[in-house]
């Protein structure tokens, strides 16, 4: 498994854009990058995933590195619900069995 | 059902006792996953079933722990003679297929352990 490296911990104002970096430096050609959060109390839920090209949905954006060897999740307009850990994962599309949960970047927003 | 659906959502139980928790993954799902998260830590893989394949069982800490999926649905894992450091959230997560790069995980909400 790629390794990953993530902050601990950021902060954001409500309603202010927010952006969460990872580094995946040893990511190798045919993994995907996935972006899971996980809200207090609940299981994580699926955020975004992408491969080479820069990906949107309606919960976030995903930014790749043109080298792929980090990524940045971003959130335009950050809401209270948006606290949560954020885990940005690696995972090999063609045989990794399972995905691997770092520690992940916990996110406070700020009213 | 239209998620993934854990029960009991919370369990008490005395330290020696075996333990069941169940799953009911999404329908038409064929990955089907364990993970526990003790408090403040991240989450640990446990085991893994996809179709009538052989199960990934790596994850398991220990011969007390085990899993079994019945008609490629339903999931049960069972704790023999709980220990106090089983104490932790489990969850369940199922996903379209294995290839975990092109399937996103839904997640249960998970079952709450505490051995006492």
């Known amino acids: 498994d790629a390794k990953t490296t993530q902050p601990n911990s950021m902060e954001s104002n409500e309603e202010e854009p927010v952006h969460l970096p990872c580094n995946h430096s040893t990511i190798s050609g045919t993994d995907y990058i996935h972006w899971y959060r996980q809200l207090p109390s609940q299981g994580p839920e699926y955020v975004i995933h992408?491969?080479?090209s820069n990906v949107n949905n309606r919960m976030a954006s995903l930014a790749i590195a043109e080298d792929r060897k980090s990524s940045t999740l971003i959130l335009h307009r950050a809401t209270l619900r948006d606290a949560a850990v954020y885990y940005c994962i690696p995972s090999d599309q063609t045989g990794a069995n399972n995905l691997f949960f770092g520690t992940g970047t916990r996110l406070t927003v700020i009213p | 059902g239209a998620g993934v659906s854990q029960s009991p959502s919370n369990k008490v139980t005395e330290k020696g006792k075996d333990v069941e928790l169940r799953c009911d993954p999404i329908?038409?799902?064929?990955?089907l996953y364990w993970y526990r998260q003790s408090l403040g830590q991240g989450l640990e893989f446990l085991i893994y079933f996809q179709g009538n394949s052989a199960p990934d069982k790596s994850g398991l800490p220990s011969d007390r722990f085990s899993a079994e999926r019945t008609g490629g649905s339903v999931s049960t894992l069972t704790i023999q003679r709980t220990q106090q450091e089983d104490s932790a959230v489990y969850l369940c997560a199922s996903s379209l297929g294995v290839r975990g790069g092109l399937y996103g995980y839904t997640f249960g909400s998970g079952t709450r352990l505490t051995v006492v």
């Open positions: 329908s038409g799902h064929t990955a």
């Open positions: 992408g491969l080479t």
